[in-house]
Structures are given as C-alpha cells and as structure tokens.
C-alpha cells in the first residue's frame, strides 16, 4: 500500500492509519479527482491554519504600545488594524480590543464552550476550554487570576467579558515598566497568550 504523510510530517503506511483517518484520506482524494479542491487549495488552508497562532496578538500589542496612533486604530477597528500588519481577521463577526489600565484588568472566558479569536490566538487552551476556568472566571475572576500568578489590588477594577459566537474579544496589557530600550520585535516577546486572555500581565523581562 502507498505510503501518506501526515500533517507533522512523517510518512505513515495507509494500513496504520485508524479507519477514520481512513475515510479523510478517500474523502480527500475522491473531492482532488473530481476536480471539488485541489492540492494548493488543502495546502493553502493547512497554511492559513498554520498561522494562527498567539505571535499574531503579541504583533499587534507591541506595535500598539509603541505607536499611539496604531493602538487608537486598534481599538476603534480591530479588523482593520489587524489587516495593517497582515493579520487576516475577517473571520470573526465582532472583534472588540479591551485595554487594560493601572485601575483596571480585563479577563475574557466563554461560559457556554471556547468561542475565542482563533485567527489571532490560534487554538485556545486546555484550562480555557474547561468547565472549572468557565464558572470560575464569572464568580471568582480574582482566585482564577491569582492560581496564574496575578494579583491585581483592591483598588483595581476586574471585569470579565464573556466571548460568543458573534463577538470576541483581545486584551490589550499595560506595557511593562523599564521597557523603553526594547526594540518592537523584543516586545512582542514580552506578550504572552495568557496576557492577551487577561489572566495574566506580560512578561517584566525578555524570556531566556
């Protein structure tokens, strides 16, 4: 039998394939044959899927904390901000930014299942899919802050922001102290997906 290659990388012949995978695969050849897709269209879309990760939010946050100007359109017109740095975001309905001030932290969770901004975080993680971050973060956002290691003071306002199908959000942290000789790259660095969620500020120092 002939030999596939799976998305890591690595050949596997078709009989160790499970019987699901199985079905893809004709799936995939019978949709190529008939002329439905082609080759570069999978590819095209294993790419764009690709790409989706945290590093696009951490783009973003860097330039809005060194460009005013950039960090207004951010927050007015999430989308099109998005597409300034090649950022494609048209797939989500509502793209609200929430910024955080010395005064107040914003969280985000999704009570119902794990809507989130996949095109600029990529896939959500394990705890922000799971049914104790979800009730918690409504009752209790300051104990779930606290579990990552943020612990905002009693004068610090938290507000939570429950994500939809239709409308979800990104938090834009404070830029960290003593971060002016940083370059943009360096302080993308800085931003971590969890920053961008709000469980978490940013990193105080460039990781090792």
């Known amino acids: ?79 099109a901000a998005c597409a300034e740095l090649g950022i494609d975001a048209t797939a989500i309905n509502e793209f609200v930014v929430l910024e955080n001030t010395p005064k107040l932290r914003h969280m985000v969770v999704c009570t119902l299942c794990s809507c989130y901004p996949r095109p600029i975080l990529g896939r959500p993680p394990d705890w922000y899919k799971s049914f104790n971050y979800r009730q918690r973060a409504v009752v209790d956002p300051r104990g779930v802050m606290r579990e990552f290691g943020l612990e905002p003071g009693d004068d610090v306002e938290v507000r939570v922001h429950d994500s939809t199908a239709d409308i979800r959000y990104l938090v834009l942290p404070l830029r960290p102290a003593n971060t002016e000789a940083l370059s943009e790259e360096d302080l993308a660095k800085l931003v971590t997906r969890d920053s961008l969620i709000g469980v978490m500020d940013p990193l105080t120092s460039l990781p090792e």
């Open 1 to 79: 039998m002939s030999d596939q290659t799976d998305d890591h990388g690595h050949d596997h012949p078709r009989h160790e394939l499970s019987h699901y995978a199985k079905r893809i695969y004709a799936i995939r050849d019978l949709l190529i044959e008939k002329g439905v897709i082609s080759e570069k269209d999978i590819q095209c879309q294993i790419d764009y899927q690709e790409a989706r990760t945290p590093a696009n939010g951490a783009k973003l946050v860097a330039r809005a904390w060194i460009d005013p100007a950039f960090k207004a359109r951010f927050i007015a017109d999430p989308k």
